[in-house]
């Protein structure tokens, strides 16, 4: 993840700036702020845009520490992110 860098982060890891954006680093909130989650420090931890985003879609969404056995296990193959973001590929900007 970026905190400050879109583009030297892209430089780093080959990506185009569209691509780099997906990975800005966020404020996750592991039980959401609109399902009563509290927003304070226990309740946050750091995400990329793309995983913040997407966690909650899911038909079944994941509870937080399934999440986490989740990107660990794909991780472990080498896999951090799910293959549709892996695969998009978009012009820079
Ligand atoms: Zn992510």
């Known amino acids: 993840m970026w905190d400050e860098d879109p583009r030297a982060f892209g430089e780093r890891f080959s990506l185009s700036l569209a691509e780099a954006l997906r990975y800005r680093c ?4 592991l ?4 399902k009563g989650g509290a927003d304070e420090e226990r309740n946050i931890v750091a995400a990329c845009d793309f995983c913040n985003r ?3 879609l899911a038909k079944r ?5 399934s999440f986490a056995k ?9 896999k951090w992110h799910p293959v549709r973001l892996e695969r998009q590929r978009a ?3």
């Open 31 to 34: 039980h959401e702020k609109c």
């Open 70 to 78: 989740y990107v660990q296990s794909r991780m472990k193959r080498g």
């Open 61 to 65: 969404p994941k509870d937080a520490a």
């Open 54 to 56: 997407t966690r909650h």
């Open 26 to 29: 966020t404020a996750e909130h």
């Open 91 to 93: 012009p820079l900007r």
